[in-house]
């Protein structure tokens, strides 16, 4: 029998069998990792190698350093992964790899390094998007969770309100059409001369500043769903270099302090907007800036005030990690999605449906 019709008739196994256990990669940007995760809910071992240390002193991430790094972390971090699960190879059932969203380079280390061993271990292989597995953290964070909901996708990459409809149903009510609310909070924090990366740094600085800017967002948008962030990212910066040419004092805190609040104050209004049209009652964060703390506290506050249920993912599953890619291939698997053959490769972009 052929490769992929062995695989085909394996992964449709997979439907009714009771334990899933799915060893995931993920390996995008700058984090390698390998996690073992059992019935999309149960985190077996998720072990990441960060390259921050590397990269900070670039000020951002270099692809081909990130690319390298995770050729030499990849293997250890397999095999750390199967022995903190405490179980052995023949006892994982698929593999299941980022495929897109992300760094070109970076994804193929991941991807042939699990098309290798699929093929090595007789298994099917599982092409999971980035988007898709940000959001299956919460359901590792939330055990009870369950779709239909309203997932406010903020990370690096990607700025999203998409309505849920089922674990594989996504339908799109809005992106960013420019800048990703990740990418204006790292280049904000580039020009005030914070180190990489940079959310964690804006968030940590604004609680010692207030809001003595008035930043604004794009008013063309506020009839829709879709966001804006390069202009006041272009704000920020003007405002910084004009201080600077002028030999004025750079005040890092009130800047941090209103550029954030402005941020999140678009964010969180347009969230809660996206649940009363879609007529949700339960609104979650998804993407790295799903650990910004005021991000955080201004949705928790507005879902208490219009009696829907908050969901955000804790703090370390709102980064980048394969215990995500993981739980999201469990989900595929059980609607029959996802198997790939051995013609699998990355893509940089991909489509949030």
Do not use: W
């Not at 092409?127 to 953290?137: D, L, P, T």
């Amino acid at each position: 029998m052929k490769y992929f019709e062995r695989m085909k008739e394996k992964f449709n196994a997979l439907k009714d069998k009771q334990d899933v256990y799915v060893l995931s990669i993920e390996s995008s940007c700058d984090e390698t990792s390998v996690a073992v995760v059992k019935n999309g809910r149960e985190v077996l071992s998720n072990i990441i190698a960060t390259q921050i240390e590397i990269h900070r002193r670039f000020g951002g991430v270099v692809p081909e350093v990130a690319s390298r790094n995770h050729v030499l972390a990849i293997s250890n971090i397999y095999e750390e992964a199967l022995k903190k699960a405490g179980i052995g190879e023949s006892q994982v059932d698929a593999v299941a790899v980022t495929y897109g969203a992300g760094l070109v380079g970076a994804l193929l280390v991941g991807v042939n390094f699990a098309k290798g061993l699929a093929y090595k271990l007789d298994l099917p292989l599982i092409a999971v998007s980035h988007v898709h597995g940000h959001i299956s953290a919460n359901y590792i964070s939330h055990p009870t969770l369950k779709p239909p909901f309203v997932c406010l996708m903020v990370s690096g990459g990607h700025t999203a309100l998409l309505k849920v409809e089922d674990y594989n149903k996504f339908t799109m009510l809005g992106m960013s059409v420019d800048d990703a609310v990740g990418e204006a909070f790292d280049k904000v924090a580039r020009v005030m001369g914070l180190p990489y990366p940079g959310g964690p740094e804006i968030d940590k600085l604004a609680k010692e500043g207030e809001r003595k800017y008035n930043f604004t967002v794009s008013k063309s948008l506020q009839s829709t769903f879709n966001f804006s962030f390069s202009g006041i990212k272009t704000e920020v910066v003007n405002l910084v270099h004009n201080k600077t040419q002028k030999g004025e004092e750079i005040d890092r805190a009130n800047i941090a302090h209103s550029f954030q609040e402005c941020v999140t104050d678009e964010l969180a209004t347009k969230a809660i907007k996206a649940c009363r049209y879609a007529n949700m009652d339960k609104l979650v964060i998804a993407g790295g800036v799903g650990a910004n703390s005021r991000l955080k506290e201004k949705v928790k506050a507005l879902c208490e005030e219009n009696n829907i249920q908050f969901f955000s993912p804790v703090l370390a599953y709102c980064t980048d990690n394969s215990a995500m890619i993981g739980s999201m291939a469990y989900y595929m698997i059980k609607d029959g999605i996802g198997l790939a053959d051995l013609t699998l490769t990355a893509k940089p972009n991909v489509e949030f449906r």
